[in-house]
């Protein structure tokens, strides 16, 4: 079992770049590593994905404009935003999947973009 703790939400201008962290308790080298985030009356939606081996993907709706990045050394994963909008605000999630019934979730970081 890994814990995920997620940081470097918070306020920022339409326009503007923040960086969320998402910290493992362990080891997350054999993980696929995801950010997911939740708009208030929204489902919950992928915003991006790494494997274990690097390979990432991105949600066409912030397609160059986010960047998912990790690093196993410091069991760590990042999400890089840019050119953000007003629509990105959302609570934003880690999430560890070694298998489909050994996921792990974060507890969540609130991201606001104001216009």
């Known amino acids: 079992q890994v814990q995920l703790v997620e940081s470097g939400g918070g306020l920022v201008q339409a326009g503007g770049s923040l960086r969320l962290s998402c910290a493992a308790s362990g080891s997350i080298f054999s993980y696929i590593m995801g950010w997911y985030r939740q708009a208030p009356g929204k489902q919950r939606e992928l915003v991006a994905g790494?494997?274990?081996?690097?390979?990432?993907n991105v949600a066409d709706s912030v397609k160059d404009r986010f960047t998912i990045s990790r690093d196993n050394g410091k069991n760590t994963v990042y999400l890089q935003m840019n050119s953000l909008k007003p629509e990105d605000t959302a609570v934003y999630y880690c999430?560890?999947?070694?298998?489909?019934?050994?996921?792990?979730w974060g507890q969540g970081t609130q991201v606001t973009v104001s216009s």
């Open positions: 999430n560890a999947e070694l298998s489909p019934r050994a996921t792990f």
């Open positions: 790494i494997t274990s081996s690097g390979k990432a």
